[in-house]
């Protein structure tokens, strides 16, 4: 008999992208990538950009962070996606797959 790990992606060279803007609160990039580290997945490729807005009031600011994520299942990556989505301070989840090595 043997184990399929229903995380892993059926197209072993596709990378799942999620763009999340969330506040520009100390302790939000940390909830985020926790979404991850309880599901035991390892991001490929971490970005995260502090933007602030034309007026430049600190409570105008967001972070916009994007995560990488190489042979995961599209339940999973629907799964994780909802998670984030419900994370304190997190504004909007976007997420696409892509073949590895295209940006």
């Known amino acids: 008999m043997s184990y399929s790990d229903p995380t892993r992606s059926s197209h072993p060279n596709a990378v799942t992208c999620f763009s999340v ?5 100390p302790t939000t990039l940390a ?13 490929a490729h971490f970005h995260s950009v502090l933007d602030a807005a034309p007026d430049d009031h600190a409570a ?12 995961l ?8 996606a909802r998670k984030l989505g419900a994370v304190v301070g997190v504004r ?9 090595g295209n940006d």
């Open 21 to 25: 803007l969330t506040e520009a609160e």
């Open 31 to 43: 909830r985020v990538l926790e979404v991850f580290a309880l599901r035991e997945v390892m991001p």
């Open 60 to 71: 105008s600011h967001c972070l916009n962070v994007d995560i990488q994520v190489a042979d």
């Open 73 to 80: 299942s599209p339940d999973a990556a629907a799964a994780i």
């Open 92 to 100: 909007a989840v976007l997420t696409r797959e892509q073949a590895m």
